[in-house]
């Protein structure tokens, strides 16, 4: 019976592992999946001037090879991968770890934090471009099935997109469960086109030989460099790796890419190149040309799916960089909708659905073409890649203590092909680059300008504050009006009474019996197990400290953890319970802290911005909000 039962466990173990498999497929590898649409058609456009011979087509399928092995294989699955902030990846999560290993020195605190900023800008960036570049390659295969159509191009790329937005809001739940599988027939496909064309002309293998790569930069220097603007193209989608790591866990993510996703890639780039070597002429369009005419319309269907998939994959990476970058004070509190009972991921934040729509849709007006938008693609990719570079850098260095002989020599090699990858598409800002670029500035100034100008708003506020301990000693000689219930007054400031409760006390000459001053803590971890959430203090004389702590992957409920506060004489019910809230106005002035463009910027963020009341799930019939003017 217990043998029967070991291998039940067992088979069931297994049954699960090749279900995160497939799903770490569907989810992850879906943007680098697609990139075979147009990378070869992109490096033999003309515009790099890339030799369509023998030599030029073995020296760039070696480039893309190496890239393949180096960046994904080396850098991020076997590396990268082990960087993880207590199970969860990304860019916010991954600022947090350098941060917090960077406690000791100031400067290179700030100068993380600017470099996740950076990454995180770019990676909006990223999740614009990518539904836009993915959608308008596959859709142009159209066009090599019916004569005359390519001017419907845009507008049925348009319609799949604006479709794919619409329906963010109902949640990935059910279509979610198609990702996998069709990501899995798409790969295998991938790999299939590639046999079947390395079957035609089998000396494209020899790339596999570094050497060609090496060769096309020996004699092709001034391309060797510029093409990699090109090259980087098969490399879209890596930054997912580490980003949905927290959604499937290290393991199923690198298998996923050494049994699946690598082969695949290699053997569809191989075919391509091997169809180039026999017809020259097929560079317009390599990935469709590869399959038989009578594929054609099926591998459009599928390349489709393939892509909106891929889009959506960008799309969920976009919420959840979100959610954790206004749970670390970057980003101004959003109502963050749950699309999932069972999946705490899958969220819907619809302020940034609606601005990514946007974006994708004038990037499709603006570009019109696949090509045209692969010149903006690089710069936020390589830019995302250099960062990411940068902040594991400050990890191995001063969290994992790698010994330096060890570490500079492998940090050295990721700069230096990051290094290369981002100068190599820095003239695509000229060539349409600059939109990645600008959104990125724009983004970044932003995020800065929030959270420094909330810094200086706690600092004003404090300037005026009572100290708390003043204030109930103060009580305790002049008694005002106790009522009966609890009064919950949130603050970011523990040691201060809150603004909320001075007017109160001002104006309604009464307190109640309990008065409640809550904290919300933001942890630099992705999660706080529910025993560290609590900190209460009993000041005396009905007054109450209660700090929660919360994680940047965790969702505020108050009302909820409040339930659960470890204080007995506290009472928490929802009829006796009302929360206090102020809400500050802020007044630009000459005062020293910011720009005066950046506090008219922060006054006008500040004055939009959702507040408390949702983000903190309170009971919208016991919330009383009073205001306060504070300059900066």
């Known amino acids: 019976m217990v043998q029967a039962s070991s291998h039940a466990e067992s088979g069931q173990g297994a049954k699960r592992s090749l279900g995160l498999l497939i799903a770490a497929v569907g989810v992850v590898y879906g943007d680098i999946g697609t990139s075979p649409l147009y990378t070869l058609k992109e490096v033999f456009s003309g515009a790099y ?10 020296g760039i399928l070696s480039l893309i090879l190496w890239s ?17 902030n207590q199970g969860e990846g990304g860019t916010m999560a991954l600022t947090a770890l350098a941060r917090r290993a960077a406690a000791p020195y100031p400067l290179l605190r700030k100068a993380i ?10 990676f909006y960036g990223d999740s614009m471009i990518t539904p836009a570049v993915s959608v308008l390659s596959a859709v142009e295969g159209m066009g090599l099935a019916f004569d005359g159509i390519d001017h419907w191009v845009v507008p049925i790329s348009l319609v799949v997109l604006v479709a794919l937005f619409v329906v963010q809001k109902h949640g990935t739940e059910k279509i979610g469960k198609l990702f996998g599988p069709v990501m899995v027939t798409w790969f295998v496909v991938l790999a299939a086109l590639g046999v079947h064309g ?21 004699v092709h220097p001034g391309i060797g460099v510029a093409v990699l603007g090109a090259v980087v193209l098969a490399l879209t989608g890596a930054e997912a790796l580490y980003a949905d790591m927290g959604h499937f866990g290290r393991k199923p993510i690198a298998r996923a890419w050494f049994a699946l996703v690598l082969p695949a890639l290699v053997l569809n780039y191989f075919g391509q190149g091997a169809l180039l070597l026999q017809n020259p002429e097929a560079a317009r369009n390599p990935f469709y040309l590869l399959a038989p005419s009578w594929a054609l319309l099926p591998l459009v269907a599928l390349a489709t799916l393939a892509t909106v998939i891929a889009s959506q994959a960008v799309i ?6 979100t959610r954790q970058a206004i749970q670390l004070g970057y980003i101004p509190r959003m109502h963050i909708q749950h699309t999932s009972s069972d999946e705490q991921g899958q969220i819907y934040i619809s302020a940034v659905n609606w601005a990514l729509m946007v974006g994708v849709v004038l990037l499709v007006l603006g570009f019109e073409s696949s090509s045209a938008l692969a010149a903006a693609y690089g710069v936020a990719v390589t830019g995302t890649m250099l960062m990411t570079t940068l902040l594991v850098a400050v990890v191995m260095l001063l969290l994992w203590k790698w010994p330096p002989l060890l570490a500079v020599p492998i940090l050295l090699g990721f700069l230096l092909v ?57 009580i305790g000689v002049q ?16 040691d201060a009474v809150p603004h909320a409760l001075l007017h109160n006390l001002l104006h309604n000459q009464v307190l109640h019996k309990q008065v409640v001053l809550l904290t919300v803590v933001s942890e630099d971890r992705p999660r706080v197990p529910v025993h560290e959430r609590f900190e209460v203090e009993d000041y005396g004389n009905g007054f109450f400290r209660v700090l929660l702590h919360y994680g940047f992957m965790d969702e505020p409920d ?20 009302t929360y206090f809230l102020s809400r500050e106005t802020v007044i630009a002035s000459r005062l020293e802290g910011m720009m005066r463009w950046r506090s008219n910027l922060f006054a006008f963020m500040l004055k939009n911005a959702n507040g408390n009341l949702r983000f903190f799930n309170l009971p919208l019939n016991r919330v009383i909000e009073l205001g306060t003017q504070v300059e900066i």
């Open 49 to 58: 001037g890339v030799p369509l011979n023998h030599d030029g087509v073995l």
């Open 198 to 218: 390395i079957s035609q002309s089998p000396e494209v293998l020899k790339a596999f030989n570094p050497a060609w790569a090496v060769r096309f930069f020996v």
């Open 479 to 494: 008694p005002p009006h106790r009522v009966e219930g609890t009064a919950v007054f949130l603050t970011a400031r523990p």
């Open 113 to 122: 934090i600017a470099c996740g900023l950076i990454g995180a800008s770019l």
């Open 418 to 474: 990051d290094g290369l990858f981002f100068a190599a598409n820095l003239p695509k800002v000229l060539q349409g680059g600059a939109f990645p670029v600008l959104a990125a500035i724009v983004l970044f100034a932003l995020m800065s300008t929030w959270k420094r100008g909330k810094q200086i708003l706690v600092e004003r506020i404090d300037e005026a504050a009572l100290p708390l301990p003043i204030f109930i000693a103060s």
């Open 68 to 84: 393949l092995l180096w960046v994904v294989s080396f850098k991020y699955v076997m590396f990268i991968l082990r960087a993880d």
């Open 316 to 321: 969920s990476g976009a919420f959840s960089l």
């Open 558 to 577: 108050v009302p909820l953890a409040l339930t659960l506060c470890p204080l007995q004489n506290l009472d928490f019910s929802p009829m006796r319970t």
